[in-house]
């Protein structure tokens, strides 16, 4: 008889640790902006080196638990989770504008759901527990981090390099998925918790997902938009072209020459 605690959506642990998800950032924040460039470096060092570790912990241990046919058909990260994850270590390390567009749209606006509806089967105190948080709230505690912290900016072209990217994992996983029979990005079957967003049957929930997707990347890039706009309208002087130097930098972190 198993002995593991079952998770509960809303329990008592999900909520603190979502909370502790988005009290993370904050915290970053403050320690990078107080601390100046060697206390941010420290920061995205070992945050770094938290997100790996528990990457590499949570494939040792699922090999160990499956067996590596298993893992290569179930567990590699080929998920928008697994692959953000990889992007936040590769975006901490470097300040990679590339890799911060992935963790931003990909990381806000498809591993937020995943915070709030896990496709999780054990709950806390469970290793996998801590692993699943750690990892999902580490991308969006991440994202955050990136644009509070480090000062790193979305932009149109950014949406679509993300959305173009999306799109290709998609086609490649639709044929990648039957050879492997797997079911990777959910898109050879839906999830197996409650998530709003798949409520059509198989295939049709595919693009609608996708239509989704473009949704809230462009919900996500709209603040900055916005506040770009008031800020042009407050100061008239402000020469045009510069919008599309903005534009044109590709969410460089501020303060960071380009390449």
Excluded: K
């Amino acid at each position: 008889m198993s002995t593991e605690s079952p998770f509960q959506i809303l329990s008592a642990p999900h909520v603190v640790a979502l909370c502790l998800v988005f009290l993370a950032p904050v915290v970053l924040t403050v320690a990078a902006r107080r601390g100046g460039e060697r206390v941010t470096t420290v920061v995205c060092i070992a945050f770094a080196a938290v997100m790996f570790v528990n990457e590499a912990g949570h494939w040792i241990y699922r090999v160990a638990e499956v067996g590596a046919g298993e893992f290569v058909r179930r567990h590699l990260p080929l998920h928008i989770c697994g692959i953000a994850a990889l992007a936040l270590v590769v975006t901490l390390i470097f300040r990679n504008r590339h890799t911060f567009e992935i963790v931003y749209f990909w990381g806000l606006a498809g591993t937020a759901n995943a915070l709030l509806t896990p496709q999780l089967e054990v709950g806390f105190p469970e290793y996998r527990f801590f692993q699943y948080f750690i990892a999902h709230g580490g991308i969006v505690a991440g994202a955050l981090f990136a644009v509070w912290g480090l000062r790193m900016r979305p932009t149109f072209a950014s949406l679509a390099r993300a959305f173009a990217l999306l799109a290709l994992l998609t086609a490649i996983l639709l044929v990648v998925n039957p050879l492997l029979g797997s079911n990777y990005m959910f898109l050879q079957a839906p999830p197996v918790s409650a998530s709003p967003f798949f409520f059509a049957p198989w295939p049709y929930y595919i693009p609608i997902l996708g239509g989704v997707a473009l949704l809230f990347f462009g919900l996500l890039l709209a603040p900055f938009e916005i506040a770009g706009r008031w800020r042009r309208a407050s100061n008239p002087a402000m020469p045009t072209a510069s919008r599309r130097s903005r534009r044109s930098e590709d969410a460089r972190p501020e303060g960071v020459d380009r390449a």
